[in-house]
């Protein structure tokens, strides 16, 4: 029997923009048994500022935490990722609460590593910072769904720590980590597109789809390559199906 392994869940703040917000984040995340944290693109970075909140044992997370200026950079080592967002619609519907989110990674998290991203304090991670996501995740609320970073920070982490004691029967094998997704998404993108399967115009648009449909199934590093095995085939025979055609307007032309 397995439970949800902490040490391999990451909390990532995307253009955090208070570096008090910051503090307060390490502190919920040291409440609850969480070391890792990232920064993407931090507004303000200011330490002095950040340890006034971060009393105690949460120095040590924020002496510890990475800063990176691009998103999938700092994304490109875990193996699933988790989009939260207090709007949604067509274009990023929420699939899912912290309570279930966290019921979900016991098995996963136990072989993979797993980052749990949030946007800016004004207005949230952007359809951009969700594109990479394999799922996305709401705080249920009353009237009022905003809610401070740190606060929706601690409710997930709350989560994440009650189902670290809950056991699994089995766990999840290593998927493919986002490095090795997006390298599968830019080669499908421009297969389709060469094939005339996606509108070259808004490509971004008929991918999302298809990221939300391959996201359903935890895709393995094996699984990847497969994928990508298909598309060079594809492409391939694009090509010459191609060549094929130039030489037949050739053959044409000399008639």
């Known amino acids: ?38 920064l993407v693109k931090p507004e303000r970075c200011d330490l002095t500022r950040i340890l006034r909140m971060a009393t105690g044992t949460s120095i040590d997370i924020v002496e510890n935490m990475e800063v990176f200026e691009d998103l999938s950079e700092a994304l490109s080592p875990f193996h699933y990722v988790v989009g939260t967002t207090a709007r949604t619609g067509s274009q990023r519907p929420s699939l899912t609460n912290p309570r279930d989110l966290a019921r979900d990674l016991i098995p996963i998290a136990q072989n993979n590593h797993v980052a749990l991203l949030f946007g800016p304090e004004d207005r949230g991670l952007s359809n951009e910072h969700l594109r990479p996501c394999h799922t996305i995740a709401t705080i249920p609320t009353a009237e009022f769904a905003s809610l401070n970073l740190a606060q929706a920070v ?31 998404y830019d ?55 191609q060549k094929d055609r130039k030489e037949h307007k050739g053959d044409l032309d000399c008639r």
């Not at 990451?10 to 409440?31: D, F, H, S, T, W």
């Not at 409710?155 to 390298?183: H, M, T």
């Not at 993108?189 to 199934?217: C, D």
Request: overall charge positive; charged content about 20%; some cysteine.
């Open 1 to 38: 029997m397995t439970t949800l392994s902490l040490d391999h869940i990451a909390i990532v703040l995307v253009e955090p923009q208070i570096p008090e917000n910051i503090g307060a984040v390490a502190r919920a995340m040291n409440n609850m048994g969480i070391r890792r944290l990232l």
């Open 154 to 184: 601690m409710i997930f982490c709350y989560d994440l720590f009650l189902a670290s004691r809950i056991p699994a029967e089995e766990a999840l094998p290593r998927l493919a980590n986002k490095f090795e997704l997006e390298g599968m």
């Open 187 to 241: 080669h499908l993108k421009a297969v389709l597109m060469r094939i005339g399967f996606i509108n070259p115009q808004n490509p971004e648009h008929w991918m999302l789809n298809i990221r939300r449909f391959l996201s359903r199934i935890p895709l393995r590093a094996r699984d990847v390559r497969i994928i990508r095995g298909i598309c060079r085939q594809m492409d391939w025979y694009a090509g010459q199906l």
